[in-house]
């Protein structure tokens, strides 16, 4: 979907005088020929990729290269890349700590860890080197604005890494990313990565006071995705110049529609107003909201996996990102599960395949079985396509006119694979028919936007088995362990007896 925008700020952070070559291990492998020309591996790595991150370290080192490494994992866990055998541990957020390496290399040393308190003033982080990504493989492009967010979720380690104080771009800084972008030739979405975009409304309302500029001098050539948490809804100023700038889509963490569990995860923002007027001000205003929903809080009631498909229903949201809680590495989450004894690993990883990493207040195979059974109903075909219809029937027109572009092959291709699988293959073929014309009459500013999204669950169609497969085998694995612990408990007694 997108490029690792870490790595080329890294690449753009060290010295223009050495040569840089960048794999995206999300895209394609490394060759024979990349190994042998390159002097340093350089890696970045998310929790989920460690398998990864640690398999090309040993491949590195197989090798005799020198291996440095980084990024929110290893800032995480620095101990595992270091049992694996990384020379350079460049930890935190590159532009303290890249400066180090850069003058430990100078002075000839050949291992070290840089880690810093600090958390820096990002108007100095230099334009990335987009012109080292191989543009064709991404959806879309990222930028970044801010850094951190000033709420406290007890689950989330944005805080821990980036830090509460939202620090901000200048504006003419991001728009001189923007000009490289465009002088590079893109012209599709472009996603802005911000952890809380809103997080300083101020300075947010200047860089899109600035953009809005950029934008119509430029004829729109972008179309931007953003993070932003739900108080976004009372700001409607604020909506209606990301709708000027040519904002289409934004993520927000609703999490859950129990008030108890938002009370208890500290997630005091989303309880404010009411969720569903939020995400109905935000439709409505023409920025079509995706969710992120979990399951698992502490002391959650049973049916928490209906009430979120309920949720789901009531508002349209079609995309969601939907997860089991996991205490990642030293959140506050983290730190009370481990006071009460309750982490079943430190291995937390966020995907959306992955069992909870602690033991929870009800039964874990219960919250299991909601998660899976909501995940299923979410993607069902009839249900995705009636929830997307509604949505899109009440989603505001966008309000910026971008000149008629031809489409690519790319474009084309989509289209046809859309066509063909649920337009004539799959036996809801009628209700997509039916649903896209009423679309095109009754919202037609809307329509190719709709089957866009409609086009998602081809992803989460398939995805629904992964995660089916993945969640039994790991209950399975769990009830193993647990029947190990078990045995290992009585054994003494048995011993006695014997
Ligand atoms: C955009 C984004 C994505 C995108 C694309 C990511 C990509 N291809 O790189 C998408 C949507 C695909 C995505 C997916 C996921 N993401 Co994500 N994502 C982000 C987000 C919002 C922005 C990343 C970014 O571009 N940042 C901007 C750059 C400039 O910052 P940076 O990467 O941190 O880099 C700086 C420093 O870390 C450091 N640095 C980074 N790399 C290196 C390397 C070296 C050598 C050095 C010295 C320094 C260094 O220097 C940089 C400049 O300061 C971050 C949050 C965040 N604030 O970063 C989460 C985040 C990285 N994602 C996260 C997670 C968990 C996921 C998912 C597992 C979510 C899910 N449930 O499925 C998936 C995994 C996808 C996969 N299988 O690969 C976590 C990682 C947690 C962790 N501790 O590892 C984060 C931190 C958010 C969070 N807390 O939830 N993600
Ligand atoms: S609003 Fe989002 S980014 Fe901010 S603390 Fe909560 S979960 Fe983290």
Request: charge should be negative.
């Amino acid at each position: 979907m997108l490029p690792p925008l870490g790595l080329i700020t890294v690449a753009a952070i060290l010295p223009q005088a050495w040569e840089f070559k960048l794999v995206d291990r999300n895209v394609r492998n490394i060759t024979e020929a990349e190994w042998a020309w390159a002097d340093l591996v350089i890696l970045s790595a998310m929790i989920v990729q460690k398998d990864d991150l640690l398999a090309i370290i040993q491949e590195a080192k197989r090798r005799g290269k020198r291996v440095a490494c980084g990024g929110p994992y290893p800032t995480s866990m620095p101990e595992v890349p270091q049992t694996a055998g990384v020379d350079y541990l460049i930890l935190d957020e590159g532009e303290i700590t890249l400066p180090m390496f850069v003058e430990a290399i100078a002075k000839g040393e050949t291992s070290g860890i840089f880690r810093t308190q600090e958390k820096p003033d990002v108007t100095s982080t230099p334009v990335p080197r987009f012109d080292l990504l191989e543009f064709d493989a991404y959806d879309s492009m990222s930028v970044q604005f801010s850094r951190g967010c000033p709420f406290q979720c007890e689950f989330c380690d944005i805080i821990v890494l980036y830090g509460r104080k939202p620090r901000t771009k200048t504006p003419a800084q991001l728009l001189a990313e923007l000009d490289y972008l465009y002088e590079l030739g893109w012209r599709r979405g472009v996603f802005m990565v911000d952890d809380n975009f809103i997080g300083n409304k101020r300075n947010v309302k200047l860089l899109l006071e600035a953009l809005k500029i950029w934008q119509q001098e430029h004829e729109y050539p972008f179309r931007f995705n953003t993070e932003a948490s739900v108080d976004l809804a009372a700001d409607q100023e604020l909506m209606d110049l990301m709708m000027d700038c040519y904002f289409d889509a934004v993520f927000l963490g609703i999490e859950t529609p129990d008030e108890d569990s938002l009370q208890l995860t500290k997630k005091f923002q989303n309880t404010r107003s009411s969720l569903l007027e939020a995400v109905e001000a935000i439709t409505k205003t023409g920025l079509r909201v995706m969710a992120g929903f979990i399951i698992g809080f502490d002391g959650e009631k049973s049916g928490a996996g209906d009430r979120i498909v309920r949720f789901a229903e009531l508002t349209g949201i079609p995309t969601t990102t939907f997860a089991m809680l996991q205490a990642l590495p030293h959140t506050a989450l983290w730190h009370r599960l481990e006071k009460e004894g309750r982490l079943r690993s430190t291995n937390g990883n966020l995907n959306q395949t992955t069992l909870m990493n602690f033991v929870p207040t009800r039964p874990v195979e219960e919250i299991a079985r909601e998660y899976v059974e909501a995940f299923c109903e979410l993607y069902e075909p009839n249900a995705y396509l009636d929830r997307v219809y509604s949505y899109f029937l009440k989603l505001g027109a966008p309000r910026v006119k971008v000149p008629a572009k031809l489409p690519t092959l790319i474009d084309l291709r989509a289209l046809a694979i859309i066509v063909w699988r649920q337009g004539i293959k799959r036996e809801t073929r009628w209700k997509f028919w039916h649903h896209l014309f009423s679309v095109i009459k009754r919202n037609p500013a809307v329509w190719e936007h709709y089957l866009i999204v409609c086009a998602h669950n081809e992803h989460f169609m398939e995805y629904r088995e992964i995660v089916r497969t993945q969640i039994e085998e790991q209950l399975t694995a769990y009830w193993a362990e647990e029947e190990r612990v078990k045995q290992l408990e009585v054994k003494p007694e048995k011993a006695i007896a014997g």
